[in-house]
Nanobody
Framework: QVQLVESGGGLVQAGGSLRLSCAAS????????MGWSRQAPGKQRELVAR???????IYADSVKGRFTISRDNAKNTVYLQMNAMKPEDTAVYYC??????WGQGTQVTVSS
């Protein structure tokens, strides 16, 4: 079955950096579009970034220039490098593929 396992969340000060990883199994990773979404308390889930099988990327306006999504097909892993972080980046971050597959989420907290 499809498994998406996130890691790398935690507590960071504003202006700091974190890198999230998502290890995927049960899918043809190299041909799959992968994404990161997030959900803050009391807010709707939103797409943060997406990367296609050809490594084309899209980003939410709120993270452009600060976050970078990348993939390593040899490791079946997708990454989200988060720099210049802000308190409003605080959320549970989910790895996604397709419309129906989500990881368990990893908490990211940015203190001011």
């Amino acid at each position: 079955q499809v498994q998406l396992v996130e890691s790398g969340g935690g507590l960071v000060q504003a202006g700091g950096s974190l890198r999230l990883s998502c290890a995927a199994s049960g899918i043809s990773f190299s041909s799959s579009t992968m994404g990161w979404s997030r959900q803050a308390p009391g807010k709707q889930r939103e797409l943060v970034a997406r990367i296609t099988s050809g490594s084309r990327t899209i980003y939410a306006d709120s993270v452009k220039g600060r976050f970078t999504i990348s993939r390593d097909n040899a490791k079946n892993t997708v990454y989200l490098q988060m720099n210049a972080m802000k308190p409003e980046d605080t959320a549970v971050y989910y790895c996604t593929t397709g419309a129906q597959y989500w990881g368990q989420g990893t908490q990211v907290t940015v203190s001011s």
